[in-house]
T-cell receptor, first 113, second 110 residues
């Protein structure tokens, strides 16, 4: 299972773009990279998933270089409500099989007014 | 948008009692999971389940734990004889691939 490493915490101001980078040097060929957001006492909430290059949805972008050993979650124009813990996880995505996520400590993002 | 739901949201029990935590996965999902998070700690994998069988379990998931899919919609986690250290948030997840998590059940063992 690929281990991920991400910064323990980050501070940002409202309206700024936030980029959180995750390294996953041992990512396997069939692993996807998935980011989740977690608020206190709530379940992890899916943000975005990708395999390679760039993926964008209505809340975030995910940049994955060609070697896939790292990825960057980009949150445009954060607000106070984006204060949360962000987890980078790798595991089989797609549509087949069960797999377990190994959660790290995540990145605690604090957005300041 | 379909969501994973869990009941109860909170449960308080006495040590040694049995508890059953319930989950309703997203309806067309085939793979199911339980994770737990002790207060202030990481989210930990407990068990994965597919086709009415456990696919994988962690060392936490000992003989006190069991999972069941009693009907076409529910997925349950039973703890036979709760211990103080079982106090945690328990999250159910379901997937076709990407895992979607429920809101959790906060279990407090006294």
């Amino acid at each position: 299972l690929a281990k991920t490493t991400q910064p323990i915490s980050m501070d940002s101001y409202e309206g700024q773009e936030v980029n959180i980078t995750c390294s996953h040097n041992n990512i396997a060929t069939n692993d996807y990279i998935t980011w989740y957001q977690q608020f206190p006492s709530q379940g992890p909430r899916f943000i975005i998933q990708g395999y390679k290059t760039k993926v964008t949805n209505e809340v975030a972008s995910l940049f994955i270089p060609a070697d896939r050993k790292s990825s960057t979650l980009s949150l445009p124009r954060v607000s106070l409500s984006d204060t949360a813990v962000y987890y980078c996880l790798v595991g089989r995505g797609g549509t087949s099989g069960t797999y377990k996520y190994i959660f790290g400590t995540g990145t605690r993002l604090k957005v300041l007014a | 948008e379909p969501e994973v739901t869990q009941t109860p949201s909170h449960q308080v029990t006495q040590m040694g009692q049995e508890v059953i935590l319930r989950c309703v996965p997203i309806s067309n999902h085939l793979y199911f999971y339980w994770y737990r998070q002790i207060l202030g700690q990481k989210v930990e994998f407990l068990v994965s389940f597919y086709n009415n069988e456990i696919s994988e379990k962690s060392e936490i998931f000992d003989d006190q734990f069991s999972v069941e899919r009693p009907d076409g919609s529910n997925f349950t986690l039973k703890i036979r004889s709760t211990k103080l250290e079982d106090s945690a948030m328990y999250f159910c997840a379901s997937s076709p691939g990407t895992q979607y998590f429920g809101p959790g059940t906060r279990l407090l063992v006294l």
